[in-house]
Nanobody, 125 residues
Framework: VQLQASWGGLVQAGGSRRLLCSASGSAFISYTVAWFRQAPGKAREFVSAIKYGVGTTYYGDFVKGRFTISRDNDKKMVYLQMNSLQPEDTAVYYC???????????????????WGQGTEVTVSS
């Protein structure tokens, strides 16, 4: 599967932004899709994931109810709705996919073997 992340941009603190991860290829429904982010000078961290099939969702601890991940399997798209954004949310956001990923590994980037190119989100104070 090939992935493309988009819809990043500049947003004011307290605002919202929706990110899109578009996929191409077959059997999209069989892939867990995740969002990771990397802020300048920091390691990449897990943001959210949505499981293949049933669509169970997972979030990083820092999300605290502000983000919502969803997927449209017919359109091969995954969305990340981000609300109450803060300057510390500034980062390049990447989407990644792994087929039939075990639940224990949803936050571990080493298990994702397909990655998009990233989309930058800048939150101004």
């Amino acid at each position: 599967v090939q992935l493309q992340a988009s819809w990043g941009g500049l947003v004011q603190a307290g605002g919202s932004r929706r990110l899109l991860c578009s996929a191409s290829g077959s059997a999209f429904i069989s892939y867990t899709v995740a969002w990771f982010r990397q802020a300048p000078g920091k390691a990449r961290e897990f943001v959210s994931a949505i499981k293949y099939g049933v669509g169970t969702t997972y979030y990083g601890d820092f999300v605290k109810g502000r983000f919502t991940i969803s997927r449209d399997n017919d359109k091969k798209m995954v969305y990340l709705q981000m609300n109450s954004l803060q300057p510390e949310d500034t980062a390049v956001y990447y989407c990644a996919a792994a087929r039939f990923l075990h639940d224990d590994y949803y936050s571990a980037e080493q298990y994702y073997n397909f990655w998009g190119q990233g989309t930058e989100v800048t939150v101004s104070s």
